[in-house]
């Protein structure tokens, strides 16, 4: 089976770096999505690592470490509309499977 | 292009009843998944299917079934419904089957139970 491991809460103000960091424990590994999902909305596919290393989308990076079994997710220059839930998930045979998502909250 | 699209937004039913749920995914992806969400966790995985043949099943009792369609559409069926069903079901469209692609996802239907 597949477990996720990730914050549950991160708050920061606007214009701050925030770091969402993920530890997984899987069988069948195709690499490690992020979706972001705003309160009552479907979730919206962010990034993708199938290697290790960093991949960068504009002001969103995210990170994997294969050999660790981890990953995380960079949110630079933080904005009000960033304030969703962020998740981490691993992509398998068939299915992702999510962990149970960090909340993160920017203030002014 | 479209996105996925999902059919109705909000469901209201009540124990014992049976419900249909609709989704039609993006252009050209073959791929739909069906996945359960309640309040403050993350999706759990229900089904895949491709090419309408079942591909994967997550650990949902039999209550719940899907089924594809030949234009790709697919429709998730929960009967018996309990009040633990309460929840957001998403469903995802990728183009291929596998781990390889993508996944996107529709808005939702809202199912309450009461």
């Known amino acids: 089976g597949q477990s996720l491991e990730q914050p549950s809460e991160v708050t920061a103000v606007e214009g701050a770096i925030v770091q969402i960091n993920c530890t997984y424990q899987?069988?069948?590994?195709?690499?490690l999505s992020w979706y972001q999902q705003h309160d009552g909305g479907a979730p919206t596919f962010l990034s993708y690592n199938g290697l290790d290393g960093l991949e960068e989308t504009g002001r969103f990076s995210s990170f994997l470490s294969r050999s660790d079994s981890y990953g995380y997710l960079l949110l630079q220059e933080l904005q009000m509309k960033d304030s969703a839930s962020y998740f981490c998930?691993?992509?398998?045979?068939?299915?992702?499977?999510f962990g149970a998502g960090t909340t993160v909250t920017v203030r002014a | 292009d479209a996105g996925v699209t999902q059919s109705p937004t909000h469901l209201i039913k009540t124990r014992g009843q049976q419900v249909t749920l609709r989704c039609s995914p993006i252009s050209g992806h073959k791929s739909v998944s069906w996945y359960q969400q309640v309040l403050g966790q993350g999706p759990q995985f229900i089904f895949q299917y491709y090419e309408k043949e079942e591909r994967g099943r997550g650990n949902f009792p039999d209550r719940f079934s899907a089924r594809q369609f030949p234009n790709y559409s697919s429709e998730l069926n929960v009967n018996a419904l309990l009040l633990g069903d309460s929840a957001l079901y998403l469903c995802a469209s990728s183009p291929q089957w596998g781990g390889t692609d993508t996944q996107y996802f529709g808005p939702g239907t809202r199912l309450t139970v009461l």
């Open positions: 998930a691993v992509r398998g045979d068939y299915k992702l499977s």
């Open positions: 899987t069988s069948g590994f195709y690499g």
